[in-house]
């Protein structure tokens, strides 16, 4: 079957840097997205990869590794409004997103 | 960028009513939009990708004649809750994709729909 595994929720500290992990199983891959979710309002594309390596948008990072079916989230210089949920979804062969539950990131001053 | 939007963003309603949610692209064409519902503290649950112009599909588990989906044209695609009950009351949200894009969605603002 196909599933997306990230961590339920995670807290860092107003400065630092966070990974948020994402591993996936899909039937075919055409493409990984990370979406960040506020409470109560719709999601915010951050990142899409499909080939191996890190991107890399200002404090913002995303990397893939398509033979581990693997990606992170890299949130650097963490402000207090990076707190909201962050949405790892996956494309299979279909082109269908497949959603992980999402990563609700608790950021403390 | 493209912008996707919903309306209403809130709506209130008595059991047994029916509530119609719109959803529009501004600035581009979708021939295809997706509908999703999310309860609190939960992900996104995709309920029906709408082809302009043809039937939606529905995802397994997902009542097709409760929640009525017409795509009437590229830049309109609407649900409707039909008899809707407490337990429908959650946040649906539409998304639409570009043509020949990487797949990037778009999303609308989100509709909370409170069944009373």
């Known amino acids: 079957g196909q599933n997306i595994d990230q961590p339920t929720e995670m807290t860092a500290t107003e400065g630092a840097i966070v990974q948020i992990n994402c591993t996936y199983q899909t039937s075919g891959f055409n493409g990984l997205f990370w979406y960040q979710q506020h409470a109560g309002e719709a999601p915010t594309f951050l990142s899409y990869?499909?080939l191996d390596g890190l991107e890399e948008k200002g404090r913002f990072s995303s990397f893939l590794s398509r033979s581990k079916g693997y990606s992170y989230l890299l949130l650097k210089e963490l402000q207090m409004k990076d707190s909201a949920s962050y949405l790892c979804a996956a494309m299979d062969s279909n082109y269908q997103l497949i959603w992980g539950a999402g990563t609700k990131l608790i950021i403390k001053p | 960028g493209a912008v996707v939007s919903q309306h209403p963003s809130w709506v209130i309603c008595k059991s047994g009513t029916s509530v119609k949610i719109e959803c529009r692209s501004l600035d581009f064409q979708a021939t295809t939009m997706f509908w999703y519902r999310q309860f609190p503290k939960q992900s996104l649950m995709l309920m029906a990708t709408s082809n302009e112009g043809s039937k939606a599909t529905y995802e397994q588990g997902v009542e097709k004649d409760k929640f009525l989906i017409n795509h009437a044209s590229l830049t309109l695609s609407t649900l409707t809750v039909t008899s809707a009950h407490p337990e429908d009351s959650s946040f649906y949200i539409c998304?639409?994709?570009?043509?020949?894009?990487?797949?990037?969605?778009?999303f609308g603002e989100g509709s909370r729909l409170t069944v009373l």
């Open positions: 990869n499909v």
């Open positions: 998304s639409a994709k570009l043509a020949g894009d990487t797949g990037e969605l778009f």
